[in-house]
């Protein structure tokens, strides 16, 4: 069968004359107007970046090339072999996104064996990931840790030497496949160094996130499905989120695929986006905390008690709400049916599910949010806490090893299809009022 290298090569004229096409055709037509309010409101769902990997819709959430994550779960290889024995393996995903075509699990099997060939890191990203102090962020080392790996960016190289732009998907391709096989290694060092003996242990005969899971000295095959999963779905939620349009936007300028990254993982380090799963079990850390103290049980009583104070605090419920969606995440509700199938009695479990019980309508009480429904965040903390895995300040470094997949992937084809450099037009606030003036 065919390697995934050829796969893309032999797509690469049909998706080129398809965009010039697109171009000729509707060039001159308007998808979309632009209100002042948009303008000040962070560009709140302006339709203006091509995004191929991945769609959302408010209401049914993101589909992955096409494919809700049900279906996926139904028709995507699994470590075992065949589709629906187990979860999705991010090897799988990551071929759709590149490909838009379900690969055989030869084909996934021969892109973990090029991950594992790839995934060695520089002696001196090592020694340099060594000499952090402890105390520095995860997200800020794992982002020092894939910058120090750019030394060994071919892409760069290969606009040093001049090379022709027809050849840039190449060389674009070539990083992008490192970069997925080094941000485990990069993850398990910042974990392993943060907080054990920065001691890293590979198993090569296991799968993408199996050898992964061993990295971080995790050895229980029920955390591995998790992160199977978990891998899987935090890949891609199309263009405009912050981590992946600061990708986009930084490839734009022909910055290669490593300095590209680490802007996306430094957008996701933010609170209001990535961050929010740390900042989700650490809520209910406190929440369960203070309740404790004061001999009270947590209960849909308390819990509403606890989110009003938040509120009134003028502090956000990490994991509620949402700038696009309008309905519960389709990935938080898997990663509930995952809590069900494996792990129904866990306490915290029902934390979350009796936080979910009765969120919606404070927040609709609240008012102001226009989502009172949960996001990715909300629920996967619980997860991984029920392994054993409980360092929350690093969680968000998961995150940002599975968003390489999907932020990735649209840069290849960024290259590939010779996309610009993206710049819009900003104006000043006595633009706007000069604009209107009489009107
Ligand atoms: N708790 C309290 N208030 C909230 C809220 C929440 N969970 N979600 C939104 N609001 C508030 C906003 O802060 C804003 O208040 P303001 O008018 O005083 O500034 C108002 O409701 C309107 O906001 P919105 O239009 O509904 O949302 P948005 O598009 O501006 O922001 C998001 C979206 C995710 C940043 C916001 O819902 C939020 O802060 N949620 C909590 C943090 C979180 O879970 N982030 C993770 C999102 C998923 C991800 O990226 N990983």
Same mark, same amino acid.
């Given at each position: ?112 064996? @090029?991950?594992?060939?790839? #995934? &060695?890191?520089?002696? *001196?990203? %090592?020694?340099?990931?060594? !000499?952090? /102090? ?103 939620? @199309?263009?405009?989120?912050? #981590? &992946?349009?600061?990708? *986009?936007? %930084?490839?734009?300028?022909? !910055?290669? /695929? ?182």
């Amino acid at each position: 069968s065919s390697t995934l290298k050829e796969v893309l090569a032999a797509q690469l004229p049909a998706k080129q004359a398809e965009l010039k096409a697109l171009k000729q055709e509707f060039g001159s037509m308007k998808i979309d107007e632009v209100s002042v309010d948009q303008c000040l409101g962070g560009a709140r769902s302006v339709k203006c970046m091509l995004w191929e990997t991945s769609l959302l819709d408010a209401n049914e959430g993101i589909r992955f090339r096409g494919h809700t994550i049900p279906e996926l779960q139904e028709v995507l290889p699994t470590f075992k072999g065949p589709a629906s024995a187990g979860e999705p393996i991010p090897e799988a995903l990551t071929w759709l996104l590149l490909t838009g075509e379900i690969p055989t699990k030869a084909q996934c099997d021969g892109l973990t064996a @090029e991950l594992h060939a790839r #995934s &060695a890191l520089p002696e *001196h990203v %090592v020694s340099m990931m060594n !000499a952090l /102090p402890k105390s520095t962020h995860p997200m800020t080392q794992f982002a020092l840790g894939l910058q120090a790996c750019q030394t060994e960016s071919k892409f760069a190289q290969a606009y040093q030497d001049g090379v022709h732009k027809s050849t840039y998907w190449e060389h674009a391709y070539e990083d992008i496949i490192d970069v997925f096989a080094k941000l485990p290694e990069i993850a398990a060092l910042v974990y392993r160094n943060t907080y054990f003996d920065g001691v890293v242990k590979r198993d090569r005969t296991l799968d993408y996130s199996g050898n992964f899971c061993r990295m971080l000295g995790m050895d229980d095959p029920g955390f591995d499905e998790l992160m199977r999963l978990y891998l899987v779905i935090h890949s891609d939620h @199309e263009g405009g989120n912050a #981590s &992946a349009h600061t990708t *986009h936007l %930084v490839g734009s300028t022909l !910055a290669d /695929p490593y300095l590209s990254y680490v802007a996306g993982l430094n957008s996701l380090a933010g609170p209001l986006h990535g961050l929010a799963n740390q900042e989700v079990l650490r809520w209910i850390q406190e929440l369960k905390a203070k309740f404790d103290a004061e001999g009270k049980e947590v209960n849909e009583q308390t819990i509403t008690e606890f989110a009003w104070d938040t509120l009134k605090a003028g502090k956000v419920i990490p994991g509620y709400g949402h700038a696009v969606l309008r309905q519960t995440d389709p990935r938080y509700t898997c990663q509930r049916e995952f809590a069900n199938k494996h792990m129904p009695d866990d306490p915290l479990f029902k934390v979350v599910d009796t936080i979910y019980a009765v969120m919606p309508s404070i927040l609709t009480e609240h008012g102001k949010t226009k989502n009172p429904y949960p996001n990715v965040d909300s629920h996967s903390g619980v997860l991984l806490w029920h392994y054993g895995f409980t360092q929350y300040n690093y969680y968000t470094v998961l995150f940002g090893v599975s968003r390489a997949l999907g932020a990735l992937s649209q840069l290849f084809w960024d290259r590939a299809l010779g996309l610009p450099l993206e710049r819009p037009k900003s104006v000043t606030s006595a633009w706007i009022r000069n604009h209107f003036a009489g009107s």
